[in-house]
Structures are given as C-alpha cells and as structure tokens.
C-alpha cells in the first residue's frame, strides 16, 4: 500500500489533455460534473464493472460530494470520485475507473486530472490518496504531480523460531 500526495500548488492542467477532451467530444464523449440525469447510467456502470465502489460511490453523491464522469449516449465509460475538500483544505477522493472497452482514449488522464482541477478550485491545498502497489493506474497519478509520501507492506510476516 502506498501513500501518495499532491500539492495543488503546483498542479497544472495539462494542455494536451485540452487536446483530448475535443478529441473525445467529437467521439460523442462528454467529460464533465456528473448531472442528475446521469447518475442512473452511474450507478448501472459501478455495478457493472466496479461493484465494490457501487455503496461508497451513491452515500458520496447523497452527501453532496461531486464525480466527474465520462458519457457516451447516455452510458458511462468512466468516472472519478466522490471528491470533497475537507474544512482544513484537505482534498480527497473515492476512485477512478474506466470500463474496460473504453480503455485507452485516455479517458482516465482526463477525468482524473479535472477532478485534481475542481479540488485546486474549491480550495484544496493538498490531496491524498492511498493505492496498491501494483496500481497501473500510479503512472497517472504521477504524471497528475502525485508523489509517494508513505509505503507500507501490510501483508509482510516473518516466523520467529
């Protein structure tokens, strides 16, 4: 398990992902705040292809807490949160997923890195987040100015004789 953090300071958006989200809208992909009207194609994706995020993913949106979302004639490709900003300017977010098939548009760059953009704007100074070890997805999170603050091998045991 390890511990990664980002000082929005120094978080930029990445112009080339500009470049991405036009590329994707002319796929007919929408990128934006998860709306209202999409919050069934939401829950339908969860439990499809990420079940164990569906419960933590609904109590979030019920508690105001906003998702970034990836959607193509009315179904989800992808997503990004629940995120939020704590009172002492502490960003944090549930998960990120993308279906498979629609993997390697690039979706996850860009649904992740305007989550990492609306946090900075609610006033996050820092994000955290905590992620296995063999992740793929720490290359994004790298490449969104993530860095590893913390490793732990929880599941590390030694008999002593």
């Not at 390890?2 to 809208?25: C, D, G, W």
């Not at 079940?51 to 970034?68: K, L, Q, S, T």
Request: glycine fraction near 12%.
């Amino acid at each position: 398990m390890q511990v990664m953090v980002q000082r929005t300071r120094q978080f930029r958006f990445n112009p080339a992902l500009r470049k991405r989200i036009k590329s994707l809208q002319a796929r007919g992909i929408r990128v934006g705040c998860v709306r209202k009207d999409e919050l069934p194609a939401l829950d339908r994706f969860l439990a499809r292809h990420f079940p164990a995020w569906r419960e933590g993913n609904r109590r979030g949106v019920e508690a105001g807490n906003a998702v970034i979302v990836a959607n193509r004639a009315g179904r989800v490709l992808g997503f990004s949160g629940p995120y939020r900003v704590g009172p002492r300017g502490a960003g944090g977010f549930s998960a990120v997923g993308v279906a498979p098939k629609a993997r390697g548009l690039g979706l996850g760059a860009v649904i992740f890195n305007l989550m990492c953009a609306q946090l900075k704007a609610q006033g996050a100074r820092v994000v955290h987040l905590t992620t296995n070890l063999d992740n793929p997805g720490q290359e994004l999170y790298h490449r969104a100015g993530f860095r590893t603050c913390c490793v732990a091998d929880c599941g590390m045991r030694k008999e002593l004789t």
